[in-house]
T-cell receptor, first 110, second 114 residues
Framework: DAKTTQPNSMESNEEEPVHLPCNHS???????IHWYRQLPSQGPEYVIH???SNVNNRMASLAIAEDRKSSTLILHRATLRDAAVYYC???????????FGTGTSLTVIP | EAQVTQNPRYLITVTGKKLTVTCSQN?????MSWYRQDPGLGLRQIYY???????DKGDVPEGYKVSRKEKRNFPLILESPSPNQTSLYFC?????????????FGQGTRLTVV
């Protein structure tokens, strides 16, 4: 059962920032929020994850709402290679299962 | 290079002919799992394994078997494939089942059952 809600699709101009939203209103206190992306014809690829505080890595930033019921993946400068389906996921801490929804398909316009 | 390797990448088979899709990881990960991806349904977990000789069903296990005799390998077995098992399959591994670990996915196996 998908535990997250994301828009089906978004567009961004190349070299502009992109904010991909995710709602996870049923999140429990110990659930980590994971983001993966899937490029065409490839397996999902890890982007970032976090628990409560905002997180940054070389690929993106993750902003987590204070009540943890929503989060936003931020790509600081979108490139054509960032065109992909982005999945926001709460990983099951007991069985380790990733519950994938249908994700957000990001189109980057040159 | 850390990776999850699946073979074959593409497979066309006939109904009822047993097949195995192999999955191997080189990161000494404890946790491995199989997913299938279908249009409009996203990725759904078939089976998972928390360690050697420990496997359990995911959300859609019917028609599939797995084994985990060694830590690095987690093959997916279709004893009698049917057309509704036509799908894109992904193997994944992570250090543990814990929610603070990154998962690595294979490149996928596109299976067609006719």
């Amino acid at each position: 059962d998908a535990k997250t809600t994301q828009p089906n699709s978004m567009e961004s101009n190349e070299e502009e920032p992109v904010h991909l939203p995710c709602n996870h209103s049923t999140i429990s206190g110990t659930d980590y929020i994971h983001w993966y992306r899937q490029l065409p014809s490839q397996g999902p690829e890890y982007v970032i994850h976090g628990l409560t505080s905002n997180v940054n890595n070389r690929m993106a930033s993750l902003a987590i709402a204070e009540d943890r019921k929503s989060s936003t993946l931020i790509l600081h400068r979108a490139t054509l290679r960032d065109a992909a389906v982005y999945y926001c996921i709460l990983r099951d801490k007991v069985y380790g299962q990733f519950y994938f929804g249908t994700g957000t398909s990001l189109t980057v316009i040159p | 290079e850390a990776q999850v390797t699946q073979n074959p990448r593409y497979l066309i088979t006939v109904t009822g002919k047993k097949l195995t899709v192999t999955c191997s990881q080189n990161m000494n990960h404890e946790y491995m799992s199989w997913y299938r991806q279908d249009p409009g349904l996203g990725l759904r977990q078939i089976y998972y394994s928390m360690n050697v000789e420990v496997t359990d069903k995911g959300d859609v296990p019917e028609g599939y078997k797995v084994s985990r005799k060694e830590k690095r390998n987690f093959p997916l077995i279709l004893e009698s494939p049917s057309p509704n098992q036509t799908s894109l399959y992904f193997c994944a591994s992570s250090l543990s089942r814990g929610d603070n670990t990154e998962a690595f996915f294979g490149q996928g196996t596109r299976l067609t059952v006719v």
